[in-house]
């Protein structure tokens, strides 16, 4: 959302505010610092041992001073993470325009992600205007029974805020990048790892960890640089079975800058999230991701992604064959990214203009 943000207060006719949950805390300071935004309503609801039940409940109880107070026309809410879909139900009881940007990925699995597949489906129904990010997104809210003059195919602002950074990381002095310097052996081709799905927590991370430790025994000139997430289910897994490998490099969880800055230097990327799917080929670099389905088929339609779930021997094989045909490699790392061009955010302020204006 930085992107949007940074667009809408360029805009003399509209007051832009800055509405926070702080659902993850310690990757919300360090983006809003990187990005120079300062929220204007932060809820800081992130407390130990949270659920989906208490977090819910609470966006949902917190936003309503919020809205009451700042009584908006608009409200924008991104994605499909729990703080979107709280905040859209308070925005909807507020009586505001809820809009709803990275509008109409679906998998049609409602356990797969959980829970992020409900989340966006139900903010989509609530929404009364609809960003997608590709003509498949926008096919899907049709299908739903969204009028079409409501959706806007805008490409996603997570690749302007890409684009915006991947210079920005290149020139400033920022600690996390400059021990990832001291970390990454830059003599050896470098596979970046992330994960941290729920519906892989158990056998799948098994097989996972199972998979890299072989790539990692096969492939002596690679060396595979995975930022470890939080959760003792992922961490326990990991450290296990990977603690020990020599070309392995399990390291804490990066901040945004930090993670652009090694995606940008990385040959590969193995990952369960749904951004770096868009993000990634965006730089050239071609993503496996260990995830039976995906809410953007886009990139596998494209070739730029390819699913190989949690399926070791599928997470083995692809890897092996990309890192050493290198026609196929090339072949993947060109192939054009569907997800914008990092005007995004510029054709959503347009969008709202036109209505204020109409």
């Not at 302007?160 to 290149?170: C, F, G, P, Y």
């Not at 996390?176 to 056998?203: P, W």
């Not at 730089?283 to 260990?290: N, R």
Request: proline residues 5%; negative net charge; charged residues 25%.
């Amino acid at each position: 959302m930085a992107p949007l943000v940074k667009e809408f207060k360029k805009q003399e006719s509209f007051d832009t505010k800055v509405c926070v949950t702080a659902q993850h805390r310690e990757m919300l300071d360090q983006v809003l610092h990187f990005f120079d935004i300062v929220p204007d309503f932060d809820l800081d609801l992130m407390t130990p041992g949270q659920n989906l039940y208490g977090l819910t409940a609470a966006i949902i109880k917190e936003m309503q001073p919020v809205l009451e107070g700042s009584k908006p026309d608009y409200v924008f809410v991104h994605g499909d993470t729990t703080t979107t879909m709280a905040a859209s139900i308070a925005s909807f009881y507020s009586g505001a325009k809820l809009c709803h940007v990275e509008a109409g990925l679906r998998t049609f699995d409602k356990h797969s992600p959980f829970p992020e597949e409900i989340n966006r489906t139900l903010t989509g129904h609530m929404a009364d205007y609809h960003f997608a990010p590709t003509q498949t997104s926008y096919n899907n809210l049709e299908h739903e029974g969204i009028d079409s003059k409501n959706i806007l195919i805008t490409g996603n602002t997570v690749i302007d805020a890409l684009l915006e950074s991947v210079a920005l990381v290149e020139s400033i002095d920022d600690e996390e990048i400059n021990l990832l310097k001291s970390t990454v052996d830059f003599a050896k081709r470098t596979i970046l790892v992330t994960g941290h799905r729920r519906e892989n927590h158990g056998q799948g991370f098994i097989n996972i960890c199972e998979a890299l430790k072989e790539i990692g025994q096969s492939l002596e000139d690679v060396q595979i640089i995975y930022p470890v997430h939080l959760n003792p289910k992922v961490q326990k897994p990991v450290y296990d079975i990977l603690g020990e490998q020599e070309n392995i490099k399990l390291i804490s969880p990066l901040a945004y800058p930090a993670f652009v800055w090694l995606m940008n230097k990385c040959e590969l990327v193995i990952t369960d999230s749904g951004g770096v799917q868009e993000e990634a080929p965006s730089l050239g670099k071609p993503v496996l991701v260990m995830r039976d389905t995906t809410e953007r088929p886009e990139a596998v339609n494209a070739g730029t992604v390819i699913l190989v779930g949690t399926d070791k021997h599928k997470i083995i094989s692809e890897t092996m064959d990309l890192m050493e045909n290198t026609a196929r490699y090339k072949k993947m790392s060109k192939l054009h990214n569907p997800y914008g061009d990092g005007s995004a955010s510029k054709r959503i302020v347009g969008f709202i203009k036109d209505l204020y204006n109409a």
